[in-house]
């Protein structure tokens, strides 16, 4: 007896009724390609804004820390600390997982540890912060193509963004 396509035997073994088994094969399939169809335009989508979330997130936390910086520096007089770790906290990550980077630019060292934008010119005049970005790597110079997914504080702290959508002089674009 055939009951909505499918028929019983005997036993516990349900099949198709003969006229049944194209049509239950067409649902089938195309139920297959709707998901691969929606499944192909909602990863990339999905994606981006994971990555405009994490960008978003390294921004915050950049302020954060600033923050965190400026009471520091009221508490001690001016001085910035020489470390991320002398604000009280082990360890900030982005993220991506990695640290955030920190240099006091007020302490001399034996060379310039100044990051560079596109012209050349410190991006800092006071200290740099920022995350080395979804790839986990950096370059002092902008230029650098490893710098570019680098989430930055720039401007002595009149920027906070990419490294790519950092101000350029008008000469550079």
């Known amino acids: 007896m055939a009951v909505n396509g499918l028929t019983r035997r005997s036993g516990n073994t349900v099949i198709f009724a003969n006229g049944c088994r194209g049509i239950a094969l067409a649902r089938i399939m195309i139920t297959i390609a709707i998901i691969a169809i929606v499944g192909t335009v909602a990863v990339p989508i999905s994606r981006d804004h994971l990555e405009s979330t994490h960008i978003s997130q390294a921004i915050a936390d950049i302020g954060a820390i600033e923050i965190a910086i400026s009471r520091y520096q009221a508490q001690y007089h001016g001085q910035l600390p020489i470390r991320l770790a002398d604000l009280g906290v082990k360890e900030w990550q982005d993220p991506w997982g990695h640290a955030y980077r920190y240099r006091n630019l007020e302490i001399k060292t034996g060379r310039d540890q100044a990051r560079e ?57």
């Not at 934008?117 to 080395?132: A, K, Q, T």
């Not at 002092?140 to 193509?145: Q, R």
């Open 117 to 173: 934008s596109y012209d050349l010119s410190r991006v800092n005049r006071d200290y740099d912060l920022y995350s080395m970005g979804k790839d986990g790597r950096s370059a002092l110079s902008f230029k650098s193509p490893v710098a570019k997914d680098d989430i930055v504080r720039g401007l002595s702290g009149s920027y906070y963004g990419t490294v790519v959508d950092y101000p350029r002089a008008s000469s550079e674009r």
